[in-house]
């Protein structure tokens, strides 16, 4: 490994990039388990509707569709967005420095 990825921004960069990975893959898992009609029963389904409406909190609801697939799909995609947006240029300009 290079001296390069040996510091502690680099890392501190890293993990923040890792956890908007996360946060934006459970968003979108969530989605894709609404639009697939998922078992709402199946303790999978329930967890990761649960971590969406949580990380999605502040967005859920904010658009208002006619359609339910719409809402969740623009309020949970724009969630995602914004925490891959946000957390990735956070991790960018800490590795510059």
């Given at each position: 490994?290079?001296?390069?990825?040996?510091?502690?921004?680099?890392?501190?960069?890293?993990?923040?990039?890792?956890?908007a990975?996360?946060?934006?893959?459970i968003?979108?898992?969530?989605?894709l388990?609404?639009?697939?009609?998922?078992?709402?029963g199946n303790?999978?389904?329930?967890?990761?509707?649960?971590?969406?409406?949580?990380l999605?909190?502040w967005?859920?609801?904010?658009f208002?569709?006619?359609?339910a697939?719409?809402?969740?799909?623009?309020?949970?995609?724009?969630?995602?967005?914004?925490?891959?947006?946000?957390g990735?240029?956070?991790?960018?300009?800490?590795?510059?420095?």
């Amino acid at each position: 490994m290079s001296p390069r990825y040996r510091n502690g921004a680099n890392q501190a960069g890293t993990v923040i990039a890792v956890i908007a990975d996360i946060m934006a893959v459970i968003l979108g898992l969530w989605i894709l388990m609404y639009l697939l009609n998922a078992n709402p029963g199946n303790d999978l389904v329930q967890f990761v509707h649960n971590a969406a409406a949580w990380l999605a909190g502040w967005s859920h609801d904010l658009f208002t569709f006619h359609e339910a697939w719409a809402r969740v799909v623009a309020g949970y995609g724009l969630a995602a967005v914004v925490y891959l947006f946000v957390g990735h240029a956070i991790a960018n300009r800490i590795h510059r420095h």
